[in-house]
């Protein structure tokens, strides 16, 4: 009997991949500290998602994936660029009580200015930035 872990891979992933900045009333973005157990960028931060399944959206994989790794329910989602198979969207609501999952060690709230005081994923930063930056409004 093994107990499944949220957010464990799945069978029914695709190789598409949806990601989401949570911005809260401060205009803050949500960041996490990915953990040793993740293969990809350990201990750099990114923000939530992760890979959609074959009977969702790129939106409803976006947004199930935030809630596994966040426990939030993010809402408002705006699909803000796509990189390859990368598709990053921005929450513009949520509701819930921020919680990690084992797939991160560490969260922050970030203002633009914050930026450069973490090792950010680099597709992930340069979003971050414009998006902070207030290029995409």
Do not use: C
């Amino acid at each position: 009997f093994m107990v499944e872990r949220v957010g464990e891979a799945d069978e029914k992933d695709t190789d598409q991949v949806g990601l989401v900045v949570v911005l809260n009333s401060q205009e803050r973005a949500l960041i996490l500290k990915r953990s040793d157990e993740v293969g990809y960028a350990a201990r750099r931060w990114s923000i939530p998602g992760g890979h959609i399944q074959e009977d969702e959206t790129r939106e409803e994989g976006a947004i199930r994936e935030t809630k596994e790794e966040t426990n939030l329910e993010v809402s408002n989602l705006e699909h803000i660029k796509s990189l390859g198979r990368l598709h990053y969207y921005v929450a513009h609501g949520y509701n819930g009580k921020l919680k990690i999952n084992f797939e991160h060690t560490d969260s922050a709230w970030v203002a633009h200015e914050d930026l450069e005081d973490y090792d950010i994923v680099e597709e992930t930063k340069s979003i971050l930035n414009k998006l902070l930056e207030g290029v995409y409004e």
